[in-house]
């Protein structure tokens, strides 16, 4: 057994005062800044819009980020559950939804059975979702004229689950000997042809050219989370024109970008990346996570990776965003890491889903290393448009720290993912200086990833109690083995 004894971290919410955060932080050695106070509404710099080179206007400093969907149809439509979430978004007060959810372009390349799929066949489906975006907005706002609204293109890769919940159908550009392990990958299953990839490229511009025809005004053209676009950036060994060199490494988004100018011309596009990443972890005997290595040395499948395995290197990136920029794309979202195989980069957090681990450091630490890592590269890109993520865990004291980084230019937007799915309407309340809705605030139970990983729709259900009065909350509590 092991002997390390497990760290005991504080809960946000028990951080009443300034004085308790700042010292909280300093004795945890957390490298983080915050205001005091929040400056009134009107001079807010949440409240600052953004003009775009292409002269589309956003109206404020909010971001909704994409969300994996769990609630669609077989065939990828959406559903009740599906319209509702996109009404919060639509009516929470943010002036950029980013890409509002993941949607797979073509059936194969779907993460699970209910994943929104764009295709002729659910067309007026994604004309419908936009329109009600717009409408609601509307209703509440007066108007969308400062609305940016977005569509999340993808391709799951090595986490496709087309047919069911339980069983992968991966699609794999190399083999990975630490994450074919773990999901049951063998040496001889096949890797995606080049010509499989061409193909893959025309579904992605096809599915550009549908969004921009439905009114989307932008598409995300998703590279991260280990999903297919991130993979193809850690194909080091991957022979052939789409691995090996950076100028191969980022063909599939070249060649994609390409077809999206000549198809679709006009419509912005915009990327979500992965900045970095680590090894996978796996849970310890303790149950805190701990990175499963190959060789402590060496671990050469990290894009922004420093070859350890744990430390990051921003030369790739920034090269990726120079690319991006040359390519005349400004909007970029940075994230990091996979929440298959390690979810606390992604999505610091105090309470693990069911298939983690405990955090294997102050989750504030967490926090602190996506925005510094998002500062960095807003310093060496200052033209670009950037979206930072890894806000949630902050909780009460979210609105303080995003102020922060507004006002020292260390990102341009507050990107706020699971925190919309207790709270939809904390940008609005922000942005009018009001109270923040306490029992609203998400505390990072992580059941909107449990839910999903058993099969289960995907909902706040601790919070909202639109979930939390339905039959499958009940189910949650006993998978969890809660009573």
Same mark, same amino acid.
Request: proline share 6%.
């Given at each position: 057994?092991?002997?390390?004894?497990?760290?005991?971290?504080?809960?946000?919410?028990?951080?009443?005062?300034?004085?308790?955060?700042?010292?909280? @932080?300093?004795?945890?050695?957390?490298?983080?800044?915050?205001?005091?106070?929040?400056?009134?509404?009107?001079?807010?710099?949440?409240?600052?819009?953004?003009?775009?080179?292409?002269?589309?206007?956003?109206?404020?400093?909010?971001?909704?980020?994409?969300?994996?969907?769990?609630?669609?149809?077989?065939?990828?439509?959406?559903?009740? #559950?599906?319209?509702?979430?996109?009404?919060?978004?639509?009516?929470?007060?943010?002036?950029?939804?980013?890409?509002?959810?993941?949607?797979?372009?073509?059936?194969?390349?779907?993460?699970?059975?209910?994943?929104?799929?764009?295709?002729?066949?659910?067309?007026?489906? #994604?004309?419908?979702?936009?329109?009600?975006?717009?409408?609601?907005?509307?209703?509440?706002?007066?108007?969308?004229?400062?609305?940016?609204?977005?569509?999340? @293109?993808?391709?799951?890769?090595?986490?496709?689950?087309?047919?069911?919940?339980?069983?992968?159908?991966?699609?794999?550009?190399?083999?990975?000997?630490?994450?074919?392990?773990?999901?049951?990958?063998?040496?001889?299953?096949? @890797?995606?042809?080049?010509?499989?990839?061409?193909?893959?490229?025309?579904?992605?511009?096809?599915?550009? *050219?549908?969004?921009?025809?439905?009114?989307?005004?932008?598409?995300?053209?998703?590279?991260?989370?280990?999903?297919?676009?991130?993979?193809?950036?850690?194909?080091?060994?991957?022979?052939?024109?789409?691995?090996?060199?950076? $100028?191969?490494?980022?063909?599939?988004?070249?060649?994609?970008? $390409?077809?999206?100018?000549?198809?679709?011309?006009?419509?912005?596009?915009?990327?979500?990346?992965?900045?970095?990443?680590?090894?996978?972890?796996?849970?310890?005997?303790?149950?805190?996570?701990?990175?499963?290595?190959?060789?402590?040395?060496?671990?050469?499948?990290?894009?922004?990776?420093?070859?350890?395995?744990?430390?990051?290197?921003?030369?790739?990136?920034?090269?990726?965003?120079?690319?991006?920029?040359?390519?005349?794309?400004?909007?970029?979202?940075?994230?990091?890491?996979?929440?298959?195989?390690?979810?606390?980069?992604?999505?610091?957090?105090? #309470?693990?889903?069911?298939?983690?681990?405990?955090?294997?450091?102050?989750?504030?630490?967490?926090?602190?290393?996506?925005?510094?890592?998002?500062? $960095?590269?807003?310093?060496?890109?200052?033209?670009?448009?950037?979206?930072?993520?890894?806000?949630?865990?902050?909780?009460?004291?979210?609105?303080?720290?995003?102020?922060?980084?507004?006002?020292?230019?260390?990102?341009?937007?507050?990107?706020?993912?699971?925190? *919309?799915?207790?709270?939809?309407?904390?940008?609005?309340?922000?942005?009018?200086?009001?109270?923040?809705?306490?029992?609203?605030?998400?505390?990072?139970?992580?059941?909107?990833?449990?839910?999903?990983?058993?099969?289960?729709?995907?909902?706040?259900?601790?919070?909202?109690?639109?979930?939390?009065?339905?039959?499958?909350?009940?189910?949650?509590?006993?998978?969890?083995? $809660?009573?």
């Amino acid at each position: 057994m092991s002997t390390k004894s497990k760290p005991k971290y504080s809960r946000v919410a028990q951080l009443k005062t300034t004085a308790d955060l700042r010292k909280y @932080l300093a004795d945890n050695q957390v490298d983080l800044d915050f205001d005091d106070e929040l400056v009134d509404a009107a001079e807010s710099p949440f409240a600052q819009g953004i003009s775009l080179q292409s002269g589309r206007y956003i109206g404020n400093r909010f971001c909704i980020l994409p969300m994996e969907g769990w609630d669609g149809t077989e065939d990828g439509r959406p559903t009740e #559950f599906t319209k509702r979430r996109w009404e919060n978004f639509a009516i929470s007060g943010a002036k950029l939804l980013w890409g509002c959810e993941a949607v797979a372009v073509r059936h194969e390349g779907r993460a699970n059975p209910n994943q929104l799929c764009m295709n002729e066949a659910n067309f007026q489906d #994604f004309v419908d979702l936009f329109n009600l975006v717009m409408n609601k907005h509307a209703e509440k706002f007066g108007n969308t004229d400062d609305l940016m609204v977005g569509l999340q @293109l993808t391709h799951s890769g090595r986490f496709c689950k087309p047919h069911s919940h339980k069983k992968f159908e991966s699609k794999i550009l190399y083999h990975h000997p630490l994450l074919d392990k773990k999901f049951g990958i063998g040496e001889d299953y096949p @890797l995606m042809t080049d010509e499989d990839i061409d193909a893959l490229v025309g579904d992605f511009v096809k599915a550009a *050219v549908m969004a921009q025809k439905a009114g989307y005004h932008f598409v995300d053209l998703k590279h991260c989370h280990g999903y297919l676009g991130h993979e193809f950036l850690s194909s080091f060994n991957r022979e052939g024109k789409y691995g090996g060199s950076f $100028e191969n490494r980022t063909r599939f988004l070249r060649n994609i970008v $390409e077809g999206i100018k000549r198809e679709a011309p006009g419509l912005e596009m915009g990327i979500r990346l992965s900045a970095f990443d680590f090894v996978p972890f796996k849970k310890g005997e303790d149950g805190q996570g701990e990175p499963d290595y190959l060789s402590a040395e060496s671990y050469g499948y990290a894009f922004g990776g420093a070859g350890n395995g744990t430390t990051i290197d921003l030369d790739e990136p920034k090269a990726f965003l120079a690319l991006a920029q040359s390519l005349g794309i400004q909007l970029i979202c940075i994230t990091a890491g996979s929440p298959y195989y390690n979810p606390h980069l992604t999505r610091p957090a105090i #309470f693990p889903p069911s298939d983690g681990y405990q955090p294997p450091e102050e989750p504030l630490l967490g926090v602190a290393r996506h925005l510094a890592v998002t500062q $960095e590269l807003k310093e060496a890109f200052p033209d670009m448009v950037i979206v930072g993520s890894g806000y949630s865990y902050l909780q009460d004291w979210l609105p303080n720290f995003g102020q922060y980084v507004l006002r020292h230019n260390m990102a341009d937007f507050v990107g706020l993912g699971r925190m *919309v799915l207790s709270y939809p309407t904390m940008p609005a309340d922000i942005l009018s200086n009001q109270p923040l809705q306490r029992k609203l605030i998400c505390r990072t139970f992580s059941d909107c990833t449990t839910a999903p990983r058993n099969g289960l729709i995907s909902g706040c259900f601790p919070l909202d109690p639109y979930y939390k009065s339905m039959d499958i909350a009940n189910q949650l509590k006993q998978l969890k083995g $809660e009573k």
